[in-house]
């Protein structure tokens, strides 16, 4: 088969008329069915675990919604740019993008608590330097898998520091832009 997607058709055609056949093909297209429905349901519990320790930490819904919203968003940025530019989502990569969860949380995090604490200008704070140089030492090390000469491991690099920029992107970016302004005589 040329691509995935005829595999997928050829299969589904075959198993309209035969559904208990067998064989590599079948192997094959159930066997990454498999694989994305386990990322997909790994991906939502992740999502739902983060929310639960999130409202425990923060015990304000306003600001789980403040460290999760940035995060959801550079998953979506993610996913638009892996479509538009000639990468793809593999089963080689694909089991590496739950790690940019947890950095996106801790990344969002340090600005809601900042805010919360009444720091007024987030991005002028040496947290923000903090998270800039974490990112960066992050994305050195991401960056070595990319340059590896085995496809997967370059792929799932490459995949890393696109999904890395997009979370630094939503962090430094967004959170701000969505924390609310406090007036002159509330700090």
């Known amino acids: 088969m040329s691509s995935s997607g005829a595999l997928r058709k050829f299969v589904g055609s075959l198993q309209k008329i035969e559904p208990d056949m067998a064989g590599t093909a079948v192997d094959i297209v159930e066997s990454a069915r498999s694989i994305v429905r386990a990322f997909e ?6 999502v739902v675990m983060i929310a639960i320790i999130l409202i425990i930490a923060l015990r304000r ?40 969860l947890g950095v996106g949380v801790s990344f969002n995090i340090y600005f809601v608590m900042n805010w919360r604490d ?13 998270v800039l140089f974490s990112a960066l030492t992050t994305g050195t090390a991401f960056g070595s898998l990319a340059l590896s000469h085995h496809p997967g491991t370059a792929s799932m690099g490459r995949l890393l520091l696109l999904s890395l920029a ?22």
Do not use: H, W, Y
Not at 41 to 46: F, I, L, R, V
Not at 169 to 187: I, N
């Open 118 to 130: 009444g720091v007024k200008s987030p991005l002028a704070s040496p947290t923000a330097r903090a």
């Open 41 to 46: 349901q790994a991906a939502g519990a992740a």
């Open 61 to 100: 819904v306003k600001d789980m919604a403040l460290v999760l919203a940035p995060l959801l968003l550079s998953a979506l940025m993610t996913v638009i740019l892996v479509v538009l530019l000639p990468e793809t989502l593999n089963f080689a990569n694909i089991i590496a993008l739950p790690l940019l």
């Open 166 to 187: 997009c979370t630094l992107l939503g962090t430094l970016v967004f959170v701000p832009a969505l924390l609310p302004k406090r007036a002159e005589d509330d700090v």
